[in-house]
């Protein structure tokens, strides 16, 4: 069983800055990788970020490319999103979900954050 925390939501106004945290913990033998998405009330859930954990490859979506930044520290199992330039369109639910292969049996699962509120507003 594994669970991942997420950290760092909050209310910003435009032009500003947040980093988002996710930390996993449980029976991980490795994480495979990282990703977040996000979700506005009445939108489908979109794709944001992902990083494979080795290597660190990253993929972006368009509309964030040359604003937000996806990384992880590996010697905690933890992945960040630093956001900035955030714009009212960036309001939204992220969450934060890992592939992670487990000590137990060496499977490979997926495993999902509980979700933290980004509000961009002036």
């Known amino acids: 069983q594994v669970q991942l925390v997420e950290s760092g939501g909050g209310s910003v106004q435009p032009g500003g800055s947040l980093r988002l945290s996710c930390v996993a913990s449980?029976?991980?033998?490795?994480?495979?990788?990282m990703a977040w998405t996000r979700q506005v009330p009445g939108k489908e859930r979109e794709f944001v970020a992902s990083?494979?954990?080795?290597?660190?490859?990253?993929d972006y979506a368009e509309f964030v490319k040359g604003r937000f930044t996806i990384s992880r520290d590996t010697a905690k199992n933890t992945g960040y999103l630093q956001m900035n330039s955030l714009n009212p369109e960036d309001t939204a639910v992220y969450y934060c979900?890992?592939?992670?292969?487990?000590?137990?049996?060496?499977?490979?699962?997926?495993?999902w954050g509980q979700g933290t509120q980004v509000t961009v507003s002036s």
């Open positions: 449980g029976d991980i033998s490795e994480i495979q990788f």
């Open positions: 990083i494979l954990w080795s290597g660190g490859a990253t």
């Open positions: 979900n890992a592939n992670v292969e487990l000590t137990s049996d060496y499977s490979r699962r997926d495993y």
